[in-house]
């Protein structure tokens, strides 16, 4: 048997101090500043919150996984071509104010789409490229999502959506409509656009200085 | 003060202070007792003495001629003292078990959804029928597959299995940890089908719903239980270093799961931020501690030798939480976030270089000049590749955080082959050679094929060897090809085409190899095969086999 040594010098108590101390010295840096510093971004005037469609739409961006292979975060032009391939300025933190959860995103397997709106507002394009994207893209990797929209023989059913595909896409006398996610899919996506001047001033109010804490690469 | 420098300069006085109490703490030997805790592991007269279960009896024969004879011949090791180790292991059988089987149920789940995603990135037309097969819903199964599944009940199971032998007493409260270990395993299953189902979160890591995280965090926090109350039990004087890791993992993980589910709490930037700071949190205060526990104790525990240096060990284990802790932000390179933040995690991503040069150098020494025992022990083969592919993931990570290398690698595949040299690499290698020598304790039993544990090994060397290199290349040159503004878009995608399709190939064979495994380990549960010396704890024939060798030596 060992000697007890007395409280204060238990390796449990220094694992155990140590170890909070740490994760809390972190959580302050990464996640207390942030959130202070933050909290009082307020959005730019330019920008609208999404309507009750489009953040339907967005859950389904989220629920089908879009994220995994697009970001929505265009970087700053010193860094990276992000802005000649039409994808935009880069982003700031006010760009974000109505997006919670947020979806940055980590890969671009896909391009960014934090102003596919701007950049391709065809409504027509969008859900026939979710019906088939090679038809749209050659050499796209995008997967196609049949289960999102409906294919019978006939008419369509009044107030339903039918979806204009190329003639190759379809048999005589087949329908496509889409569903009612997918076209509030597609209105999330065309209400993606952050188009307008970082540093608006914000009318009859104080500037909104969202850029000061962009990051300079 | 302009706000930026305000920040930069306290973390810099901070860290400052912080290394000057860690030079005061080393000299008042705060640090643990030095040496003498590096042998805590052994029981008396054990050193040279070489163990591993998974060895068959001529492996373990010719091991032991390998590390030569052991330092007292003669003597046997005591009856009290194996005793004890028998009662420890004994107390953990059931709970590790349960664990460990659980967590090799999810491994399989997790490689075949992995496969899937794999495919359906060069073939994107295959199986889209299914909404739950798409690939934005199974590629985050297989993430959370792997990192709540078999991550981290394979974890567990190794962790509670160290702890009564790294405290040479039983394990009390092991109940706990049993409830624990099933809150966990429902809500990785609760959380696989609301991500199928669509309900996803939405943020990577941390896509169950909160409901389910709960679970998860109830679960974290009971199967850390029973260690605390073990502790307060123990029979040694000294906190073997495999102990930190595992205390404060246990510790740090429903922390951190809890703060970064709390529903309704985070928000737009801020909770990009949260996000990666849990993100990198979660492999560096959770995987990483449990993986370097497992490798501390058995890469000394099969050669018979303490580790080179212990104070070094302690050194890596604090250095590995102060800045491990704060890297998360090097995801966010070039991101809407303030430039503070990420300076001040790629200077401490630069700074991981201590921690891994600390672990580096210990593991590596204390095998080097060894290099013979990796043909003779399953085990080591494992844990010794793990240990090197730490050191590979991580230097390659600090370099990853550097803004010159982090414009090219952001946003492409070479950082998932990075974070897979990481999670499979490192981790898993760990985890598959602590279960192979931890089973045969827990079960009584052997093995029963030894050659399907060669197999498993070549499987998943060559398929991660495949994965990784061709994905890395892949990845490399897609990121090349992004930051051209003369080459189009579509042709950084046609470009990775073959190497994601040699991805495929070798994860092909990694799953491959985990149904081996699985077959395995399965075969074990029933116990298939022969009995064969060697299935007892430390049987008597065994050591007077082991003496034999030794003595004709």
């Known amino acids: 048997m060992s000697t007890r040594k007395s409280f204060w010098e238990m390796d449990e108590l220094r694992i155990v101090s140590g170890a909070m101390v740490i994760l809390g010295g972190a959580t302050g840096l990464l996640v207390v500043m942030p959130y202070l510093l933050l909290k009082d971004v307020r959005p730019p005037a330019a920008l609208e919150p999404y309507t009750s469609e489009q953040w339907v739409g967005r859950q389904a961006?989220?629920?089908?996984?879009c994220v995994y292979c697009h970001s929505q975060q265009p970087r700053d032009i010193k860094q990276a071509p992000d802005a000649s391939r039409g994808w935009g300025r880069a982003s700031v933190a006010g760009d974000y104010a109505y997006d919670t959860p947020h979806l940055l995103g980590t890969m671009r397997t896909g391009p960014d789409l934090l102003n596919i709106g701007a950049r391709q507002p065809s409504k027509d394009w969008h859900l026939?490229?979710?019906y088939q994207p090679r038809a749209y893209t050659p050499g796209s990797i995008m997967p196609s999502y049949p289960y999102m929209f409906e294919v019978r023989q006939g008419a369509a059913k009044p107030g339903e959506t039918v979806v204009n595909l190329p003639p190759a896409l379809t048999r005589p006398g087949e329908v496509v409509v889409a569903k009612p996610d997918t076209l509030a899919l597609v209105n999330y996506l065309l209400s993606l656009d952050r188009t307008y001047p970082a540093l608006a001033p914000r009318p009859g109010g104080p500037a909104v200085a969202t850029g000061g804490a962009k990051d300079k690469p | 003060?302009?706000?930026?420098?305000?920040?930069l300069l306290g973390t810099f006085l901070l860290s400052i202070g912080a290394l000057f109490v860690f030079v005061w703490s080393m000299a008042k030997g705060l640090f643990g007792d030095g040496n003498a805790a590096a042998t805590e592991i052994f029981a008396p007269n054990e050193l040279g003495k070489v163990e591993d279960p998974a060895a068959t009896a001529t492996q373990s024969g010719e091991l032991q001629q390998a590390m030569g004879s052991p330092a007292k011949p003669g003597q046997a090791l005591a009856r009290a003292d194996m005793d004890f180790r028998v009662r420890a292991d004994g107390s953990t059988s059931l709970v590790v078990g349960v664990c460990l089987t659980l967590a090799v149920v999810w491994l399989v789940l997790a490689s075949l959804a992995g496969l899937i995603s794999s495919i359906k990135l060069?073939?994107?037309?295959?199986?889209?029928?299914?909404e739950w097969l798409t690939f934005g819903r199974i590629r985050p199964i297989h993430l959370n597959l792997v990192a709540y599944g078999w991550c981290s009940l394979s974890g567990i199971g190794v962790a509670i299995w160290l702890i009564p032998r790294l405290l040479k007493t039983e394990l009390i409260g092991a109940k706990y940890a049993l409830v624990g270990g099933a809150l966990w395993s429902i809500g990785v299953f609760l959380g696989t089908v609301a991500i199928a189902t669509g309900r996803s979160d939405g943020l990577e890591w941390?896509?169950?719903?909160?409901?389910?995280d709960?679970?998860?965090?109830?679960?974290?926090?009971?199967?850390g239980f029973p260690m605390w109350l073990t502790l307060l039990k123990r029979r040694v004087e000294h906190l073997y270093v495999s102990v930190w890791y595992i205390a404060a993992g246990l510790l740090w993980f429903p922390i951190l799961f809890l703060i970064a589910n709390w529903p309704g709490l985070h928000f737009g930037v801020q909770q990009a931020t949260m996000n990666w700071w849990f993100g990198h949190n979660v492999l560096g205060l959770w995987f990483t501690p449990l993986g370097l526990a497992a490798a501390y104790y058995f890469i000394p525990k099969v050669l018979g030798k303490p580790i080179h240096s212990y104070n070094l060990s302690l050194l890596g284990f604090w250095s590995l939480a102060f800045f491990y802790s704060q890297v998360g932000g090097h995801h966010l390179?070039?991101?809407?976030?303030?430039?503070?933040l990420i300076t001040i995690s790629i200077v401490q991503s630069m700074m991981m270089v201590i921690p891994v040069f600390a672990v580096a150098v210990n593991q590596h020494m204390t095998v080097l000049g060894n290099c013979r025992a990796l043909i003779y022990s399953p085990t080591l083969r494992f844990i010794v590749l793990g240990a090197m592919m730490y050191t590979a993931a991580s230097v390659q990570g600090s370099l990853e955080a550097l803004r010159a290398v982090n414009t090219v690698t952001h946003f492409t595949h070479y950082t998932v082959a990075h974070a897979h040299l990481g999670l499979y690499g490192f981790f898993s290698m760990v985890m598959f050679g602590s279960i192979y020598f931890i089973m045969p304790r827990v079960m009584n039993w052997e093995w029963p094929y030894p050659r399907l544990i060669s197999l498993h090994f070549w499987l998943v060397l060559i398929g991660f060897a495949i994965y990784f290199i061709w994905l890395s290349i892949g990845g490399w040159l897609q990121g090349l090809a992004m930051l051209d503004e003369k080459t189009p878009f579509m042709q950084s995608v046609a470009l990775t085409l073959p190497y994601l399709q040699a991805r495929s190939i070798g994860g092909g064979l990694m799953t491959l190899g985990h149904l081996v495994f699985a077959t395995h380990f399965f075969a074990m549960g029933w116990k298939f095969g022969p009995k064969r010396l060697g299935a007892a704890l430390l049987g008597t024939r065994l050591l007077n086999l082991r003496f034999v060798t030794s003595t004709t030596a």
């Not at chain 2, 003060?1 to 920040?7: L, N, Q």
């Not at chain 2, 941390?206 to 389910?212: A, F, V």
Request: aromatic letters at 16%.
């Open chain 1, 61 to 65: 961006y989220i629920a089908n996984g």
């Open chain 1, 128 to 130: 026939g490229h979710l």
């Open chain 2, 1 to 7: 003060m302009d706000f930026t420098v305000s920040v």
């Open chain 2, 122 to 130: 060069h073939a994107p037309d295959w199986w889209v029928q299914y």
């Open chain 2, 206 to 212: 941390l896509e169950y719903p909160w409901q389910i």
């Open chain 2, 214 to 223: 709960i679970l998860l965090v109830i679960g974290g926090a009971l199967v």
């Open chain 2, 333 to 340: 390179i070039g991101g809407p976030v303030p430039s503070w």
